[in-house]
Structure formats: structure tokens, C-alpha cells
């Protein structure tokens, strides 16, 4: 079985540009997460995804992120215009059900923010 | 909110055991989960509990108490492969929803050492 798969796996972009993250997720999984994990600390859910729908994105600064997961498989996670407090992993994870059972994660995107 | 903690950082010697602890506060609690993340890559399952009690997993075991909101996870027989940092995960209802969130503690660091 495929894992999930993210690209790229580095970027590095100037402050007040833009930067897009691709997931393709573990095929029939219905729900995906993006996740920003800081240096030293826990992964922090930004979005999740049951199939196409939003179920939680309370922790999305939407005023420069955004996520869309156009006929619920793949999704893309942009962020427009970046800061330096931005530098991070981004996760994607999917499960086959929403948080109930084992979310399996990709390898991730390190961007960097200089 | 939800509130989850753990211990930033923790050491043991190879052979031992260890017991690394996670107390939680949240509302529509469905289970908690047990990641182990290698530095530079991403988080992989280690265990699930969703009722009261210890599940058993070769080396590895989890204990859930949903009345005190407490978790530990018990490495035995310790190996220098163990060092890495350990993730406590709150599955719980997303608000107004019936979808299970999936929340990450900051994760502990576990150091072995021969």
C-alpha cells in the first residue's frame, strides 16, 4: 500500500512570497490533515478534511492560508504572502475514519522563511 | 480548549525501562493515541486506547484512565533506537460536530544512552 505522498520535500522562499504544499493522501482514506509542526514542538492541526468538507480550521490564519481538497483525494495547502514565523514542517496525515483511527503521516515539507 | 501535557525532555539507559506520562482536559473525548517521531521524519503509530486500562505491544504498552484524563506509555527493554520523541494525541469531537480532531501534545524527548 502507497504511503501518503508530499511535495516538495524543501522550499525556500523569501518573506511576502507565496509557497504551495501538495498531499496525495492513502487511496480511499476520506479524511486529511495539514499539520505545521515547529522545531521542537508538537504538530498543530491546521485544517481537516472529511472527503472534500471542512471539519475543523480553527487554527488556519486565513488571512494568508488557505487549503482545498478539489474532489475530495488530493489537496493543497497555500500560504500568500509568508512570514518568518512561518518556517516549519508541514505534515499531511490521512485516516480512513475522522480521528478515531491511526492518522498515517507523509514525510512532510520543510519550508524555510528568510 | 484542549490542554495537553507531557515532559519536555526525558533520559534513560539502554535495558531499562521508562514511563513517559500525558494528562489531557478536553470535551468529547473518543481515545489517545501514541506516536513516535525520529528526528527528520514523520510521526508513526505506536498505540491506540480508546477504554480504561493497558494495552500490551510487544515492548511497548499504553495505559488510558479516562476519569483522571491520564495516559502513560512504557517502554521496556530500552534499545538506543528508542531515542526519539514520543507524542501523546487526543482523538475528540470537533466542535458542533460528530467528526473525531486530532490533537497533538508538544512530545517528549527521550534520550537513551548506552
Known amino acids: 500500500e502507497a504511503g501518503v505522498a508530499q511535495s516538495p520535500r524543501y522550499k525556500i522562499i523569501e518573506k511576502r512570497q507565496s509557497v504551495a504544499f501538495w498531499c496525495n493522501p492513502i487511496s480511499g482514506h476520506a479524511t486529511l490533515y495539514w499539520y505545521q509542526q515547529i522545531l521542537g514542538q508538537g504538530p498543530k492541526l491546521l485544517i481537516q478534511?472529511?472527503?472534500?468538507?471542512?471539519?475543523?480550521d480553527s487554527q488556519l490564519p486565513k488571512d494568508r492560508f488557505s487549503a482545498e481538497r478539489l474532489k475530495g483525494v488530493d489537496s493543497t495547502l497555500k500560504i500568500q504572502p509568508a512570514k518568518l514565523e512561518d518556517s516549519a514542517v508541514y505534515l499531511c496525515?490521512?485516516?480512513?475514519?475522522?480521528?478515531?483511527?491511526?492518522?498515517?503521516f507523509g514525510q512532510g515539507t520543510r519550508l524555510t522563511v528568510v | 480548549g484542549q490542554n495537553i501535557d507531557q515532559p519536555t525532555e526525558m533520559t534513560a539507559t539502554e535495558g531499562a525501562i521508562v514511563q513517559i506520562n500525558c494528562t489531557y482536559q478536553t470535551s468529547g473525548f473518543n481515545g489517545l493515541f501514541w506516536y513516535q517521531q525520529h528526528a527528520g521524519e514523520a510521526p508513526t503509530f505506536l498505540s491506540y486506547n480508546v477504554l480504561d486500562g493497558l494495552e500490551e505491544k510487544g515492548r511497548f504498552s499504553s495505559f488510558l484512565s479516562r476519569s483522571k484524563g491520564y495516559s502513560y506509555l512504557l517502554l521496556k527493554e530500552l534499545q538506543m533506537k528508542d531515542s526519539a520523541s514520543y507524542l501523546c494525541a487526543v482523538s475528540h469531537n470537533a466542535g458542533g460536530t460528530s467528526y473525531g480532531k486530532l490533537t497533538f501534545g508538544q512530545g517528549t524527548i527521550l534520550t537513551v544512552h548506552p
Open positions: 496525515a490521512s485516516s480512513s475514519m475522522t480521528g478515531n483511527t491511526e492518522a498515517f
Open positions: 478534511f472529511q472527503n472534500n468538507g471542512v471539519v475543523d
